[in-house]
């Protein structure tokens, strides 16, 4: 069973207990969806900088990377799933990957720092409208997994567990009731299963068993009719 954050596209975002700052090598990999695309939608951000973000922003699935800017080529829609990596390799190697978006790549040196989900900047109009089910970050400096579905979906104020690193992301002006159903942010995406014996199987079984009994008892009484005929 997955669960996700649900972001309404108002005035909530999710702040990290602590800024990530990398210098050098890096890589995200970020599940999300937007539930709009009639408007900008920011996923992630930095309340310290301008220069690094990832967002659908003036018609362009933009990465902004320590103020340098990656569009991938092919523009997002509403209500599909998205899997967006991030990599960034010692020598500045920029590849920025997501099977149905494209893939960009180029060159970027400097810090790359984010602290929030769902928010530019600080900004109170750029944010994010939209689910995310996870992100995770492998780097030197951090190693995170940002997991909606190890999450607490019990009401109070939502906070997005960190199950590698413990630094997890705080909501702000979000709904407190718990579950979507109940009023809050947490939204069931399903997908648990459950292993059941079907009455085929268990007819099989007995039935299997009871022409194993029939069979033997036939020959059985072959052999006994056949020696009785003999002795006679």
Same mark, same amino acid.
């Given at each position: 069973?997955?669960?996700?954050?649900?972001?309404?596209?108002?005035?909530?975002?999710?702040?990290?207990?602590?800024?990530?700052?990398?210098?050098?090598?890096?890589?995200?990999?970020?599940?999300?969806?937007?539930?709009?695309?009639?408007?900008?939608?920011?996923?992630?951000?930095?309340?310290?900088?301008?220069?690094?973000?990832?967002?659908?922003?003036?018609?362009?699935?933009?990465?902004?990377?320590?103020?340098?800017?990656?569009?991938?080529?092919?523009?997002?829609?509403?209500?599909?799933?998205?899997?967006?990596?991030?990599?960034?390799?010692?020598?500045?190697?920029?590849?920025?990957?997501?099977?149905?978006?494209?893939?960009?790549? #180029?060159?970027? !040196?400097?810090? $790359?720092?984010?602290?929030?989900?769902? &928010?530019? =900047?600080?900004?109170? /109009? *750029?944010?994010?409208?939209?689910?995310?089910?996870?992100?995770?970050?492998?780097?030197?400096?951090?190693?995170?997994?940002?997991?909606?579905?190890?999450?607490?979906?019990?009401?109070?104020?939502?906070?997005?567990?960190?199950?590698?690193?413990?630094?997890?992301?705080?909501?702000?002006?979000?709904?407190?009731?718990?579950?979507?159903?109940?009023?809050?942010?947490?939204?069931?995406? #399903?997908?648990? !299963?459950?292993? $059941?014996?079907?009455?085929?199987?268990? &007819?099989? =079984?007995?039935?299997? /068993? *009871?022409?194993?009994?029939?069979?033997?008892?036939?020959?059985?009484?072959?052999?006994?009719?056949?020696?009785?005929?003999?002795?006679?």
């Amino acid at each position: 069973m997955a669960w996700a954050m649900v972001y309404d596209g108002d005035d909530d975002y999710a702040l990290f207990d602590s800024t990530i700052i990398n210098s050098g090598a890096f890589t995200y990999v970020i599940k999300f969806k937007f539930d709009t695309v009639a408007v900008d939608n920011f996923v992630m951000g930095a309340t310290s900088s301008t220069g690094n973000w990832i967002g659908w922003f003036n018609g362009n699935f933009t990465i902004r990377l320590s103020g340098g800017s990656f569009n991938l080529p092919n523009d997002p829609v509403a209500d599909v799933w998205y899997t967006l990596t991030l990599d960034r390799t010692a020598a500045n190697a920029v590849t920025i990957s997501e099977p149905l978006l494209g893939s960009v790549s #180029g060159s970027r !040196s400097g810090n $790359v720092i984010f602290n929030q989900f769902g &928010r530019f =900047s600080t900004s109170t /109009s *750029l944010i994010f409208d939209g689910q995310l089910e996870y992100a995770t970050l492998t780097s030197p400096e951090s190693n995170n997994n940002w997991d909606a579905t190890a999450s607490s979906h019990s009401a109070g104020t939502p906070i997005l567990t960190d199950t590698i690193g413990a630094n997890n992301a705080t909501g702000v002006n979000m709904a407190t009731g718990g579950t979507v159903a109940n009023g809050g942010v947490w939204f069931d995406l #399903g997908g648990s !299963s459950i292993s $059941v014996t079907t009455d085929f199987d268990v &007819r099989y =079984s007995i039935e299997s /068993s *009871l022409t194993s009994v029939v069979t033997d008892f036939d020959i059985r009484y072959s052999m006994l009719n056949e020696l009785t005929t003999d002795f006679d």
